[in-house]
C-alpha cells in the first residue's frame, strides 16, 4: 500500500495555476511535518513547502513565497499545494513526503511516487 499518493500535476502555461493533493495514510499524516519537494531533470531535489501537525505553521522555499499557499484537511487526511503564477523554473516532479523538521526543511521517512507539473512559455 502506498503511503502517500499525488495527484493534480499537469501542463500549463505561465502565470497559470495547479492545486496539487497528497493523500496520506493514518502513520504518514501524524507525523510532526507534511509538505513537498521537487526535483527538476538533472538537479538535485529542493524543498518546496511544509505544514507542522501540531501548530499548522507553515514553511516555504524562498522561491515560491507569496505564489505556493500549503493547507492540510484532516478530515480527509490529505494536504494540498495551491500553486499561483506559475513560472517555467517551476517545471519539476513533486514529490510529496513527511517526517520531521528542522533547518527549514523536511526529514522525510515517507515519500509518495511524485507527479509532474510542467510550465511553458
Known amino acids: 500500500q502506498v503511503p502517500l499518493v499525488e495527484s493534480g500535476g499537469g501542463l500549463v502555461q505561465t502565470g497559470g495555476s495547479l492545486r496539487l493533493s497528497c493523500a496520506a495514510s493514518g502513520r504518514p499524516f501524524s507525523r510532526y511535518a507534511i509538505g513537498w519537494f521537487r526535483q527538476a531533470p538533472g538537479k538535485e531535489r529542493e524543498f518546496v513547502a511544509a505544514i507542522i501537525r501540531t501548530t499548522l505553521t507553515s514553511y516555504y522555499a524562498d522561491s515560491v513565497k507569496g505564489r505556493f499557499t500549503i493547507s492540510r484537511d484532516n478530515t480527509k487526511s490529505t494536504i494540498y499545494l495551491q500553486m499561483n503564477s506559475l513560472k517555467p523554473e517551476d517545471t519539476a516532479v513533486y514529490y510529496c513526503?513527511?517526517?520531521?523538521?528542522?533547518?527549514?526543511?523536511?526529514?522525510?521517512?515517507?515519500w509518495g511516487q511524485g507527479t509532474q507539473v510542467t510550465v511553458s512559455s
Open positions: 513526503a513527511a517526517g520531521s523538521f528542522q533547518v527549514k526543511t523536511i526529514v522525510p521517512d515517507y
